[in-house]
Structure formats: C-alpha cells, structure tokens
C-alpha cells in the first residue's frame, strides 16, 4: 500500500474517533473558523488557484474545464458562505429512533452516529474540497479526500486553510486529509482500504462512477448519473405537459436530473408531439426520433433520427430523444430497459395510470406531474447534498447530512439476561 | 462469465420486479404453499439428505458438521413451522415515511421497495435454504442461493418444493433460484455480478466473510463474527456481574454474540475475579488471563496465561480471555483496538461511566448492565433475523425484513416546475 494512504488512514481512524465525540456547539465553530480561514487566506488561495489556471492554459484544458477550476473572490465568498449555511443546519448525530421497552424491561433503540471515515475522490471543481469537508465535519466523519490533478495547488491551499481552521477550534487537525500523491494507483488503492474507509463517494461523471464501483471493496456511493424519462400519457393535461417538459429539459440541461428521453402515447402524440417540438426548439433542443416520432415531426427543423445509443444516452445537453408507445406498459417496459434509476416522471390525467407508474418504475425518485429537476437535496428540504445515489442500498436520491450517519443499538439494562 | 449465473441472473431480475409488485396476501399465500410442500414432499428430501450424509460420512465429515447437515422430520417441521412465522409477520414493503408537502405543494415521501436480488453464500446448514427464501419472498427479493457442496442433494430438493411452491401460488417460479455448479470460481464471479446482484448475505464463519468482503464490488452484509467484551466497572454491582458474565459466556458459547473478553477494574479484580472464576469454572469454562489478572488468579484451575492471539479471537467456546485495567479509559482504549464492532456491555453503578462507553463504543450493540446475548432479531422484536451486520453502512446489528428493502422517493405533483 503507498505509505502515504496508510499514513493519512491511521490518522484518519484517529480523528474520526475523536470526531464522533464532538459537540453540535464544536463543530459548528470549526464550520465558523473554516469560513474565516478561507476568507482570511483569500490572497493565498487565488494565488495557487492562478498557478493551477496557468498549468491548464499550458495543458490546453478546454474553456468549461478552467472555468470550473476558476476561483474568484465572489466564488470563494460564495464557497465560504456554504460553510456557514452548513453550520446552521441541525446535526443528525445523537438522534434516538425506533426507541421501545422490551417486555423483560430493557429499553433499547438506535441512535444515529458518524459513518466513520469518507473516502472522496472528485475532479477538478476546487469547491467540492471545500463543500465535502463541511459536511464531513458537520456529521461528525473524518474525510481522506483525493481531487484532480488540475486542481492540486488550489486544493492544497484549500486543505491548509481547513487543517487550521480544525486545529484552532478544538477539531481534530486530521479530521480532512488531502492526498498529495496524483498517481492513478492511489485511487484504486484508496478503493479497497476497508481499513482505514468505511464509505466512497465519488463527485464526477459516469466514468469516474464505473471506475470506483468496479474497482471498489468498500461501499461506494454510485450515482449522479440519469437518464431520465418523462411519460405522456394518452390522459395527459396538455397545459401540464408543455411546461413541464420543457423545464426538464431546458432549465439546466447539464445536470443529471434533467431529461433526457420523452415517451408519448400514440393517441396524444400527432397533437402534442409537434407543440412540444416547437417549444423546445426554440430553447435551442435537439430531438432524436425513433421512426414513428419522426413520422409524426416530419421536415420540424428540430427532428433528427435517432441513432442507435440515443435511448441509453444521458446528453446533459440540449438533446432529447423521442419515441412513440403504444401503452403504458410499453412506456414502464423501456423505462425498465434504458433507466440508470434516478429520476422518471409520468404525465397523466389517470389515476391508475399514476398509480402504476409510481408502483412499477424502481428509479431513486419517481414522479407524478413534476418536473425532474426537482431531484435534489436543496429542493426537498435536506438544507445540503452530498450526493444523488441511483445505487440501491443506505439511501437512494438525494442524500443529506444524515445519510453521511448510521446507527449503533444502545440498551440500558438493570441486570437482565437471557433465558 | 459462468453460463449458469449469467441465466439465472438474467431470471432473477424478471422475477424481482415481478415480485416486487406482489401484494402481502399473496406473498403469505406462498409462503403458506412453501410449508405444505416441504411437508409433502418430506419423503424425498429426507432422502436426498441421506445421500448427504452419506457422502458426508465418506469424505470424513466430524460429528459436528455431519449434525449441521442432517435433516430429521421434526427437523424439517421445524423449517417448515419458520417459514410460517415468516408468513405472520408485517409486511416492511410499501410502508411510506418521512412524508410531507413542500412549500410549492409537492407531496413528497419515502416509499419502503425491495432491495433486488440477494446472493446468498452458505455453508452445509440446509436450514439457510428455506430460512433465508422465506425472508427474501416476503420482503419481495428474488434471490440466487450458493450452499456448500456437502448439502448439495438436500438444497436441490429444497430448492425444487419451493420453486413447486412459487408456481403453485401466483409467485415467480425463478423468485429463489439455487446455483448448481459447485465451482468455488463462480462463487468469486457471483461477488461481482452487479447487473444481476443488489446485496450478497454470506452466512457462514470468518473466513467466508472476509472472502467475501474482500472479493465483492456488490454491497456485502458482513457479519456474524463477534469478539465481545464485558467492562466490570470499579462501581459495577456484583450481583449484577456474576449472573450477565456467566449468562453471556455460557449460555451458548458457540455463536457470535457470546462474551470473549472480560475486562476488569484493578480496584475490584482482588475481590471480584476470583468470585466470577469459580462460577465460570464450575460450567467449564477457561480463562486465558494476562499477567495481572492471571496473579490474582494464581493456582486457581480454571486460570492458564494468555497467548498473544487471545484478545483478538473469536473462542465460539467455553473459553475467556481475562484482563485488569486500571481505568474506563483503558477499558475504552482495549475494546477499539480489539473490537470487531458487534456487542460490548458496561458493568457499572456510574451513571457517567454508563454515558461514556455507550456514547464512545461504537459497536453494532452497546449495553449497560445487560447480557450481550441479546444481541438477536427475535430477542430484539424484529420477529425473524437474516443476518447481523457488523458492517457500517445500510444496517448494523441484528437485520429484519425492513434491513431487506430500500426505498424510493414518490412525488405527487399539480405541474410544478423548478424556478
């Protein structure tokens, strides 16, 4: 194992024992210090942040990959200012739940505690640095974090500052560790030292996902990938449809919640599918069609056909594929086939039809006439996201502090043994 | 990979989605049909157990193991009553919690769904077949089940009632499927069959847990492998401590959630260590002390010295490792360094010392002043158990049905858009 993984392991453990002792009062005084800190170091970190900007123009990064790696004065404000809304929000640590007395008087219940140790490994938005160490701390866990490579002064500055920020506030000074090493080999170190993690989170896109959950030991939280549907329904309120659908597709296309493929009943699709058409195409929307979409938006500047990966395609951008059905059970059919399990919608009028849809769809979050954008922890009153997980086990969706805690089993007995 | 797991894979994820729409009077039904047909087809299961035992004989299987496999009519009535209870209790799926209206009037709740696909890896105790079958139908999982070869006749007769079962009752005939080829290779593929497998359950000792852990990328429940401690505080009650140590060591000293060390305050070891020595001596039990406890036990017979290995095993036996410590500090100190996470007890009159180990032991189970034979689904209400984790993440502690499903988020909404 590279030494400095155990290394930054060993204290790590350390830490995330004295972490899970630390008051509600404690920590949101680091959160407090933390923001200070990076306000404090500004002209440091936009210095190390210049460097890495530099070192990406030489590199030839791409204008969207340095402006994600851009910070600013506003931006680190903005950053800072995370921090404290973080601090405000309630700690889920010490909460009892499914508390009850046994019949032979022992009073047992479960009470949530830090995870442990979160492994992270993201790539070049300097926030997250920042963003995830906040929440760490908040839920009482200790952090190894692992960014880009484009990212490491910034990064390291940032670390600093957070390091100090612990050690002045009574947190321990290895509550967040940030790994030095950019070799390749780390990471996929990183993903099987059940020693010394307990969680994986990975903040990027699918690639990155695969990458950890093919290669990991530990339990990784997948997800932030979403093929989303939208199901019109032959019962649809066009007046519901047209706003909707556009909203999912158009109001931030590069995210993972928004849409990607719409399904429209036969019955509605020669009316509706050409108002859609002309909505979407003037924000800018491409649409791929299977045949009998494309039948029915024949010559529409916006149609194309589809090609054969458009239906297992999440675009984040303006593009959405189309398709004609039969049924509603041709709709949950290919929902069944293409989903990746985030986030589908049905529009319908029908009750049964919005019943089954919630029933029989087995995606993270499911919807009846709602937009998919909703998909996010800020939106469903979780205060932060740590992450949207389309994997199935601890928390499917939008995951808050609380989904950064488990829970161990506390009985209080006076003598009792078993029989 | 193996044709087998491929298919059975393929069948087990039809069957899951059909299974998770089954409604609880249905499931009961199987379950009831899965009872019947054990007991019909008693004749040729017993006698496809004969051909185990056999084998088993021949290949010089001990006594114990030979026990482990055999299955006697009142053996099977047994297995067959189990499945009935499973049939009595609630039904965890479809339960909707942490549900409420957002200020835009979405009405947004968690909704309790299936886990999947469960692998389960077994070893010769034909019982896990029906057992864990039983559990998996009434949360709605399909499953794919590996037993171990010693078993391998008496699990295809098993697995052919119940599948007879599934048929006759409205059920998917593939809802539990058993694995037939007993290449130990396709155990390793089966850790990592993440299209097909939501959550391997592997049952068995440590060395399955661990060969599971380390070779899955599938979320693994480990657990099963406890070495407990009891604390004897300075101000512990001795009426108290003679009954709770003796309970947990003794009463079934061979499962995982027996007492294996006892450490004790230095203040009352002169007084209390031989006490606890001669009740523990009169069932049998051997203690293996380190050097100051081992001194106040001098010439006593039950005492030997401890070996460097004793504190950090699992005796599933009438055997205790024994140490003096010379504060709670210590005691806290002993148990992370030694701890496998699952059930640990305080013995104490003070109150400060009961909030201190219980908040800073960070096991599944932590007592005050109670057994840690507890430790148990049915002791603890769940009314069946499927495993006991020691792991962090999803569950901790004894698993019920509920620590069989997951949830997803269901969305009703009036045509909301995100602004």
């Given at each position: 194992m590279f030494a400095e993984l155990a290394e930054k392991g060993i204290k790590a453990r350390l830490a995330a024992r004295r972490l899970g002792a630390l008051d509600t009062a404690t920590k949101n005084h680091t959160l407090k210090c933390m923001a200070d800190t990076l306000m404090q170091r500004e002209p440091e970190i936009l210095s190390a942040n210049d460097h890495d900007i530099d070192a990406g123009q030489e590199a030839g990064l791409s204008e969207a990959l340095l402006d994600r790696l851009l910070l600013t004065i506003h931006r680190l404000e903005s950053i800072a200012n995370d921090v404290l809304a973080v601090a405000s929000l309630p700690d889920p640590v010490g909460e009892t739940f499914d508390a009850r007395t046994l019949p032979n008087g022992l009073r047992i219940g479960k009470r949530r505690v830090p995870v442990g140790v979160i492994?992270?490994?993201?790539?070049?938005?300097?926030?997250?640095?920042?963003?995830?160490?906040?929440?760490?701390?908040?839920?009482?866990?200790?952090?190894?974090?692992?960014?880009g490579k484009e990212a490491v002064h910034t990064n390291r500055a940032l670390a600093a500052a957070i390091a100090e920020a612990c050690e002045r506030s009574g947190a321990p000074q290895d509550a967040i560790q940030l790994i030095q090493s950019q070799d390749r080999a780390l990471v996929k170190e990183m993903l099987t030292a059940n020693r010394y993690i307990d969680m994986i989170i990975p903040r990027g896109g699918a690639s990155l996902h695969r990458f950890a959950l093919q290669n990991a030991s530990i339990p990784v939280i997948t997800g932030?990938?979403?093929?989303?549907?939208?199901?019109?329904?032959?019962?649809?309120?066009?007046?519901?449809?047209?706003?909707?659908?556009?909203?999912?597709?158009?109001?931030?296309?590069?995210?993972?919640?928004?849409?990607?493929?719409?399904?429209?009943?036969?019955?509605?699709?020669?009316?509706?599918?050409?108002?859609?058409?002309?909505?979407?195409a003037r924000a800018g929307v491409e649409l791929r069609c299977e045949p009998r979409s494309l039948e029915i938006l024949m010559g529409h500047p916006a149609a194309r056909s589809a090609g054969p990966a458009d239906f297992d395609t999440e675009f984040l951008s303006l593009v959405l594929a189309v398709k004609v059905v039969d049924s509603l059970d041709e709709a949950l059919d290919h929902i069944y086939q293409h989903s990746t399990q985030h986030s589908d919608v049905i529009l319908t009028e029908n009750y049964s039809h919005a019943m089954r849809f919630v029933n029989e769809v087995d995606s993270a979050v499911v919807y009846v006439n709602a937009s998919t954008r909703f998909t996010d922890g800020g939106q469903f009153g979780l205060g932060a996201e740590v992450a949207v997980s389309t994997q199935r086990l601890h928390a499917r969706g939008p995951m808050g502090l609380k989904e950064l805690t488990t829970y161990k089993w506390v009985i209080f007995g006076e003598g009792q043994v078993r029989e």
């Amino acid at each position: 194992m590279f030494a400095e993984l155990a290394e930054k392991g060993i204290k790590a453990r350390l830490a995330a024992r004295r972490l899970g002792a630390l008051d509600t009062a404690t920590k949101n005084h680091t959160l407090k210090c933390m923001a200070d800190t990076l306000m404090q170091r500004e002209p440091e970190i936009l210095s190390a942040n210049d460097h890495d900007i530099d070192a990406g123009q030489e590199a030839g990064l791409s204008e969207a990959l340095l402006d994600r790696l851009l910070l600013t004065i506003h931006r680190l404000e903005s950053i800072a200012n995370d921090v404290l809304a973080v601090a405000s929000l309630p700690d889920p640590v010490g909460e009892t739940f499914d508390a009850r007395t046994l019949p032979n008087g022992l009073r047992i219940g479960k009470r949530r505690v830090p995870v442990g140790v979160i492994g992270v490994i993201y790539e070049s938005r300097p926030n997250v640095t920042v963003d995830i160490s906040a929440l760490c701390l908040k839920s009482g866990n200790a952090a190894i974090l692992r960014g880009g490579k484009e990212a490491v002064h910034t990064n390291r500055a940032l670390a600093a500052a957070i390091a100090e920020a612990c050690e002045r506030s009574g947190a321990p000074q290895d509550a967040i560790q940030l790994i030095q090493s950019q070799d390749r080999a780390l990471v996929k170190e990183m993903l099987t030292a059940n020693r010394y993690i307990d969680m994986i989170i990975p903040r990027g896109g699918a690639s990155l996902h695969r990458f950890a959950l093919q290669n990991a030991s530990i339990p990784v939280i997948t997800g932030g990938i979403g093929i989303c549907h939208a199901y019109v329904d032959e019962s649809a309120d066009p007046a519901k449809v047209i706003p909707i659908v556009h909203n999912a597709k158009v109001q931030r296309p590069t995210v993972c919640n928004a849409l990607d493929t719409l399904l429209i009943h036969h019955r509605v699709a020669a009316d509706l599918l050409p108002r859609i058409a002309d909505d979407l195409a003037r924000a800018g929307v491409e649409l791929r069609c299977e045949p009998r979409s494309l039948e029915i938006l024949m010559g529409h500047p916006a149609a194309r056909s589809a090609g054969p990966a458009d239906f297992d395609t999440e675009f984040l951008s303006l593009v959405l594929a189309v398709k004609v059905v039969d049924s509603l059970d041709e709709a949950l059919d290919h929902i069944y086939q293409h989903s990746t399990q985030h986030s589908d919608v049905i529009l319908t009028e029908n009750y049964s039809h919005a019943m089954r849809f919630v029933n029989e769809v087995d995606s993270a979050v499911v919807y009846v006439n709602a937009s998919t954008r909703f998909t996010d922890g800020g939106q469903f009153g979780l205060g932060a996201e740590v992450a949207v997980s389309t994997q199935r086990l601890h928390a499917r969706g939008p995951m808050g502090l609380k989904e950064l805690t488990t829970y161990k089993w506390v009985i209080f007995g006076e003598g009792q043994v078993r029989e």
